[in-house]
């Protein structure tokens, strides 16, 4: 079954087409200098759709046509573009925009272009899990400048006193007794 790539409502143009996806995972050594291969994850970063397909020397205004869209751009970034692939959307990549080089390489010998470029997802899954998670309201503490007035502290406690341990008050009293 020959593969498609629609971006948008554009069919990328060619044949042999191929498509790879890559899911980057961060993750750091968390062995110390231990020997142990322990790992700590990082988190998921977005995928990547890595694509390749032939364009022949005839067709030179598809190529065209796709390097237009290529460098097409919405609010200063590049186009977002909704993905139709196989392989794409049973990964879950769902929209993505041009990411890295576009690279054309002419086969003379095969009168043709070997067409690759990238597509980085925009909105991954574990980005968007994150946008839904709600931050918790910190409650504000808030000191409205009133002093403790040593009289509303409890009977025979002082401010010198309140920050004292137990055995540092057990020895005060003691010293108080002796004068």
Known sequence: MPDFLLLDDYTVPGFGLTVSLTLPIKDEDASGDSSSTSKAEKGKKGKKLE???KIRFKDEDKLTEFMALAEATSKGDGKLFTITNRVANAAGMRQGRF??????DP???????????SLAEHKSVPEMAEDREETPAVAAQQNNGDTVDAAAAPEGSTAETEQMDIFQRGLKKLNDWWG
């Open 99 to 104: 990411s890295g080089d576009v690279k054309i």
């Open 107 to 117: 086969q003379e010998g095969l009168a043709m272009w070997e067409l690759s470029f």
């Open 51 to 53: 694509v390749k397909t």
